[in-house]
């Protein structure tokens, strides 16, 4: 993705410069303006510098109701949907900074004037229109602040979209030739673009997480053996990113013990069981779901027991699920010959599948 580091960056270098930049137009906008306002009644020097000041002394003011609209309303309040609460706070920052404005004109800008050869505002005596006038101002001000805001987060969240669906292109062969890729990442790259318009404030994580298992596919997927500790991680990614805007009743529980730093496995044996859990999950009714997940590491050897719940009528996996246990079973084989065990244990209320791997004993 290209983009000009001056605009998009959240670099402090480039933000402070940004930020600067605006507000600078924007002073040197609102002198021009008003000096202009007073046409030839006063020298344009004269005109010109009271306005600076004035200006230059009530931006704050304005930068202080933009920045609680960017980076409180629209955070705390529209991102999370609760837009009757944002109206209503809005509002009353409206208010509250009308006041405000209002002791500045009152107080402040006539000392200004006087300093500067130049008479004293005069002010209406109609205090509803100078309220409405000020409040039309004033949230002028907040919108475009809003918009600017809202048109750099769409246009950065179409940009990684684009990216996302531009890496789902290069995965999806792989997943055709019968590759060992983790098929989440397709379905979490579908959900992104469905939880785009929905829950736009979920995005920016579940990316950052896709992101990390992309490289993870990309780069560590055809070695032999990738670090223990790189693909806990990475499962625990996917089991966040599965977390990640899940409407349903459902309890994860993980639970991992041992020393997984100087140990290897081969890529994408844990990641698929996981996911394998979540899809069967997926796919049946059931008003309160679980999935348990129980990793031991010692002396070279990894346990691992994972169970989810199931409906007690059934003892079947659904959709393929038993295929991709043959899968996984297949690569073991192949990899650790004489020095795994894989199994599958079916109560009433529960599916689980248990995994022992002689790590020290892999074929290279």
Not at 203 to 211: L, S, T
Request: with cysteine; aromatic share 14%.
């Amino acid at each position: 993705m290209t983009v000009n580091p001056l605009i998009f960056s959240n670099n402090p270098r480039y933000r402070i410069a940004r930020h600067s930049l605006f507000w600078l137009l924007w002073i040197l906008y609102y002198t021009i303006f008003s000096a202009l306002y007073w046409k030839d009644q006063f020298p344009f020097n004269k005109r010109f510098f009271s306005s600076l000041v004035e200006v230059s002394l009530s931006t704050p003011l304005d930068m202080l109701f933009c920045y609680s609209i960017i980076y409180f309303l629209l955070p705390k309040f529209l991102f999370r949907g609760r837009y009757l609460q944002m109206i209503l706070v809005w509002l009353l920052f409206s208010v509250l900074f009308i006041f405000t404005f209002q002791g500045f004109n009152h107080q402040v800008v006539p000392y200004i004037r006087r300093a500067f050869g130049m008479p004293a505002p005069l002010f209406s005596t109609n205090h509803y229109w100078v309220f409405l006038d000020q409040f039309y101002q004033i949230n002028m001000e907040g919108c475009l602040a809003a918009a600017i805001k809202l048109g750099k987060m769409t246009f950065i969240k179409q940009q990684e979209l684009d990216l996302i669906k531009i890496e789902k292109q290069k995965i999806e062969p792989s997943l055709e030739e019968g590759k060992m890729l983790p098929v989440f990442l397709i379905n979490a790259l579908d959900r992104v673009e469905q939880l785009s318009t929905r829950k736009p404030s979920l995005i920016p994580g579940m990316v950052k997480k896709i992101k990390n298992l992309l490289l993870y596919v990309i780069y560590d997927s055809n070695q032999s053996s990738v670090s223990l500790e790189r693909e806990l991680k990475s499962l625990e990614e996917y089991v966040e990113l599965e977390k990640t805007g899940m409407a349903e009743n459902l309890r994860i529980l993980i639970k991992i013990s041992g020393n997984a730093g100087a140990e290897k496995i081969a890529p994408f044996i844990i990641l698929p069981l996981m996911e394998n859990g979540f899809r069967q999950l997926s796919q049946v009714n059931l008003r309160n779901k679980f999935i348990d997940l129980d990793i031991r590491i010692a002396e070279g050897g990894f346990h691992m027991k994972i169970g989810w719940s199931k409906p007690v009528d059934s003892s079947t996996l659904v959709n393929g699920g038993s295929a991709v246990l043959q899968h996984i079973n297949k690569r073991l084989d192949l990899l650790y010959p004489q020095s795994h065990e894989l199994k599958v244990v079916i109560t009433d209320d529960q599916f689980i599948v248990i995994l022992w791997i002689d790590l020290h004993r892999a074929i290279n």
